[in-house]
């Protein structure tokens, strides 16, 4: 039997549409034939949920999304039929949860139950409901930011003013002179603690030679017999208290001079005749010496 042309291209057809069917599905996730077990999730708001959107347990993908039924009467919930590997056993106190990612991709987590001996059957009924995530959080956020920002500007506003202060231009110069010269003296420092770093050798073998000098003299000082010094001392003391004593008592001629007052009233009297008897020969020297120039007689040989 001969095929003819027409046969063969719809054949190539159907067979196309067979292979994109299964390919679209496998791309999607969904599992021809497979033997996978079958769950329903009721929902009151699937927040766009939609068929082949992957199924998660504990962040691994167990299934997808094969399925949704909408109530158009509002009296029913919002089914969503899913495709389970049938490897996954879920326990009866799990719920689903639609949570969405920044780029707004969505997923159902499953968050299974905590006793795992009591399993779901396939085809039973797990509860389902939106998860207050990511950005569930940053539009709760907006009403407290749109209060923040009427101050955030007040608060701009009063920066700006307080920049534009030529106060704090200046002060903000000061502080720039101050840092500068704070690098000077540092600079000078760091070539002091050089310099005294070079020098530091030479100061400390001063000091040990002080040190030497010192230990000299200790040793010349404790060399010298004090015993005999300190008896000499006391032989000279006790000579000046003698002195003293003799004058104090008008022995010798100081002590007379120093006691005696008819002696000193003398002696004062005896000077004081001798500068009248020189004052008087300054001043009529003929009264005491007769000079004849021609060799005149004295007035006795007359």
Do not use: C, W
């Amino acid at each position: 039997m001969k095929i003819s042309k027409e046969i063969k291209i719809a054949l190539t057809a159907v067979l196309a549409i067979i292979i994109l069917f299964f390919g679209m599905n496998f791309l999607k996730g969904l599992t021809m034939f497979s033997g996978n077990n079958i769950y329903y999730v009721a929902f009151d708001d699937i927040s766009g949920l939609t068929t082949s959107s992957p199924i998660y347990a504990n962040g691994y993908q167990v299934g997808v999304v094969t399925n949704i039924k909408y109530d158009y009467t509002h009296q029913q919930p919002t089914i969503a039929l899913i495709d389970v590997d049938r490897n996954m056993q879920i326990p009866r106190d799990s719920y689903a949860e639609i949570e969405s990612d920044m780029l707004g991709n969505l997923k159902l987590n499953l968050k299974l139950g905590p006793n795992p001996t009591d399993i779901l059957a396939t085809g039973d009924t797990i509860v389902g409901q939106v998860s207050s995530g990511t950005l569930a959080k940053l539009s709760a956020m907006v009403p407290t930011i749109e209060n923040i920002l009427p101050k955030l500007d007040s608060i701009m506003t009063s920066i700006n003013t307080i920049m534009a202060d030529p106060v704090i231009v200046a002060t903000l110069h000061n502080a720039e002179k101050i840092s500068t010269d704070l690098t000077t003296t540092t600079r000078q420092l760091n070539t002091l603690m050089a310099d005294l770093n070079r020098q530091l050798p030479g100061i400390m073998q001063k000091a040990d030679k002080v040190l030497d000098n010192t230990d000299g003299l200790t040793q010349h000082l404790a060399s010298l017999d004090l015993a005999a010094t300190k008896a000499q001392v006391d032989q000279t003391l006790g000579n000046l208290q003698t002195l003293t004593d003799r004058l104090n008592n008008g022995q010798g001629t100081a002590g007379l001079l120093l006691n005696d007052p008819q002696l000193y009233q003398n002696l004062t009297k005896t000077m004081s005749e001798a500068q009248q008897l020189l004052n008087d020969l300054k001043e009529h020297p003929s009264r005491y010496v007769n000079i004849s120039v021609f060799g005149k007689k004295n007035k006795a040989e007359k």
